[in-house]
């Protein structure tokens, strides 16, 4: 489990604590597009040979801790695309302000800069960059 949370590796799994929180505040999720069957935080759940990338997400009830590395902007992508056709997408991601895909699609979202630093699933240590939510809701329909 140690590729989770190495620099060796892109995936960083979800603490189980901090994801109730969440589910606990935004309501309940239907699917988490970046998973595996161990860490998975809804039943339906996109693995890595399903590529939620290419998957239709809308109109669920999204979580998304997508591989930190360099595909992120692909994901934060999907995520702005999808909330446009109604999917509820909260995105756990590292704080990185200084990108093209933070200006690009975090900025669109509502953003929360979590205090600390979070311990990954599975790890002994906080990871070494500070983290943040970027929530996207679907457009409001009009009457």
Known sequence: MAFFFSSASVEWATP????????????????DV??????????????????????PWAPARVWMNPPYGRAIG????KAWEESRKGAFVVCLVPSRTDTAWWHDYATKGQVRFLRGRLTFAGARHPAPFPSALVVFSPPEKSN
């Not at 604590?17 to 699917?31: D, M, T, Y």
């Not at 998973?35 to 998957?55: E, I, S, V």
């Not at 692909?74 to 992508?77: H, L």
Request: hydrophobic letters at 35%; aromatic letters at 16%; one cysteine or more.
């Open 74 to 77: 692909e994901w934060m992508r």
């Open 16 to 31: 189980d604590h901090f994801f109730r929180q969440c589910a606990k505040e935004f309501g309940p999720f239907n699917l």
């Open 34 to 55: 970046c998973a595996t069957p161990r860490n998975a935080k809804a039943a339906r759940y996109f693995t890595k040979a399903d590529n939620g990338l290419t998957q």
